[in-house]
């Protein structure tokens, strides 16, 4: 205990009881404040261990929390928690909505869209340590959606200054942004392919919202979804061989995954109106927004449909949750 600072010394084992073998050990000493992280990093290793894939407990969520406020009127805030929905801490609050929290690839920082300017909305991004943002644009019309390409070097954008939503990239380096689509629909909901290399997005080119891709240079865009009449919200897994989404069923907006080789949709959820899909950094589950016993809630589910859980929160509507990436 120096200084008053309580020292644990933690110790684990693994063992295969068939084989009468350890697969694991370690013992090394944790400072108090510290015992959450290394239990999450020990959860990882067992999980890796076991399952043969790296875990994800020792990564956090972001999400946007809405409060009323004793004058009635409502606080929006800009939350970060681990991936279980403990330890929420406050990054930004405004009485004006906040929306659409992307991590950085480095998870360093966030970009989000906010109205706290009520003429139009901004993109920002913010580093998470210091609190310093960045106006990314705040162009006339629609600002909205940023999406982090995966070596960090772009975003991509839902912009309507030319007076139809399209896609657009900005390069973050120079600030030069560059159109993607082009077409009378609209074009929004943009997400990066794993390599990086095209964009997914939601348009309703086809007269219901449905998902295509195109290159993140342009061109020529390809559907991608066909069951249904809403499928929107794309988001990628990280090995880029699964597509999550908003799809609507039987009078429900539900999670579902289309296995891309195969073609194969498969509905995960149950509710009634679930939304905003996020994988988690090794694709085995995806995190959602839904609502429970009259408030906004967060879900997640396995890639499979076979594993539900609900995270409650001490207050407020939660909803646009974004998974981090690896904690650097």
Do not use: C
């Not at 070596?151 to 560059?178: C, F, Q």
């Amino acid at each position: 205990q120096p200084k008053g600072t309580i020292t644990y010394v933690i110790q684990f084992q693994l063992f295969d009881v068939y084989k009468e073998q350890q697969l694991l050990g370690f013992s090394f000493p944790v400072k108090s404040e510290s015992l959450r992280v290394v239990a999450h990093e020990i959860s990882d290793l067992i999980y890796e261990r076991l399952i043969g894939i790296r875990g994800a407990f020792n990564t956090q969520v972001a999400y946007i929390t809405a409060r009323k406020t004793s004058n009635g009127g409502k606080k929006y805030v800009l939350e970060l928690s681990d991936a279980d929905g403990y330890a929420p801490a406050e990054i930004l609050s405004s009485t004006r909505p906040l929306m659409s929290p992307a991590w950085s690839p480095d998870t360093l920082r966030i970009a989000y869209v906010s109205f706290e300017n009520k003429e139009v909305a901004a993109i920002y991004t913010q580093v998470i340590g210091t609190g310093v943002r960045r106006k990314i644009s705040s162009v006339k019309g629609i600002n909205g959606s940023p999406a982090w390409s995966p070596d960090g070097k772009w975003l991509a954008l839902t912009l309507s200054h030319k007076g139809n939503p399209d896609i657009y990239v900005m390069e973050l380096a120079s600030g030069r942004t560059r159109q993607v689509t082009r077409s009378r629909a609209i074009d929004t909901e943009p997400a990066w392919s794993a390599d990086g290399q095209s964009i997914i997005f939601t348009s309703d080119r086809s007269g219901s919202p449905q998902i295509y891709e195109i290159a993140m240079t342009g061109g020529a865009a390809k559907r991608l979804t066909f069951e249904g009449r809403y499928n929107a919200s794309p988001a990628i897994s990280p090995d880029g061989k699964t597509l999550a989404m908003v799809h609507f069923n039987q009078g429900k907006y539900q999670i579902a995954v289309l296995d891309r080789p195969s073609g194969v949709l498969r509905v995960l959820t149950d509710g009634q109106l679930d939304e905003s899909p996020s994988f988690a950094p090794n694709g085995s589950m995806i995190l959602y927004a839904t609502q429970y016993r009259g408030r906004g809630v967060l879900g997640a589910v396995s890639t499979d449909g076979r594993v539900q859980q609900r995270f409650t929160f001490a207050e407020g509507d939660v909803r646009e949750p974004s998974w981090s990436p690896y904690i650097q």
